[in-house]
């Protein structure tokens, strides 16, 4: 069974670091397209990064130089690991497995929540 | 703002047809497939459709979608209270190499 939990959410100050962590389980990370997702309060889902199985990666324009995603194979876990924090990055991230490449996603956590604030 | 578009809002009343209609371009609906999803407050997103019209194991056939040129609609049948919840759609888009959402439909059931 496909599984993913997130863990690393925090309360931050702005221009902070914070790394994110999800766990996989019931597939490999390294054979799918893997992605975060965030949803700030009130809002909609918005798209933040996908890696692909062949290693390229692409992010979108909110967070590209910011946010870097990458995958430990041996663990079977995706990371995001966030730079220079805004209060705008302020929403819970979800991690998500990609249907196919360049498709969205099927399997998704349950999140984790990250708060920008001083 | 979201690069698909979605009413705030739908409502209906138990055993009632009610569809959420998403609107996008030639970048992203016109020329990829389409996903529609379910969110509760606390829970990870539910796929309900991929592929434009196409249902995960487990989602009943009450819910059904279709996509015509760069929109897209979901529609719900015979609808019930546990129905209550935000629906998004996504789509991949060609120009950002990267998904794109509705900014979500929020369905009231009387």
């Known amino acids: 069974e496909v599984s993913l939990v997130e863990s690393g959410g925090d309360l931050v100050q702005p221009g902070g670091s914070l790394r994110l962590s999800c766990a996989a389980s019931?597939?490999?990370?390294?054979?799918?397209?893997m992605n975060w997702v965030r949803q700030a309060p009130g809002k909609g889902l918005e798209w933040v990064s996908v890696l692909y199985s062949d290693g390229s990666t692409y992010y979108a324009d909110s967070v590209k130089g910011r946010f870097t995603i990458s995958r430990d194979n041996s663990k079977n876990t995706l990371y995001l690991q966030m730079k220079s924090l805004r209060a705008e990055d302020t929403a819970v991230y979800y991690c998500?497995?990609?249907?196919?490449?360049?498709?969205?996603?099927?399997?998704w956590g349950p999140g984790t929540l990250v708060t920008v604030s001083s | 703002q979201s690069l698909l578009t979605q009413p705030p809002s739908a409502s209906g009343t138990p055993g009632q047809r009610v569809t959420i209609t998403c609107f996008g371009s030639a970048s992203n609906i016109g020329s990829n497939y389409v996903y529609w999803y379910q969110l509760l407050p606390g829970t990870a997103p539910k796929l309900l459709i991929f592929r434009n019209n196409q249902r995960p194991s487990g989602v009943p056939d009450r819910f059904s979608a279709s996509k015509s040129g760069s929109s897209a609609s979901l529609a719900i049948s015979g609808l019930r209270s546990d129905d209550e919840a935000d629906y998004s759609c996504a789509a991949w888009d060609d120009s950002l190499s990267g998904v794109v959402f509705g900014g979500g439909t929020k369905l009231t059931v009387l």
């Open positions: 998500a497995r990609g249907y196919s490449y360049g498709e969205p996603c099927d399997y």
């Open positions: 019931g597939f490999t990370v390294s054979g799918h397209s």
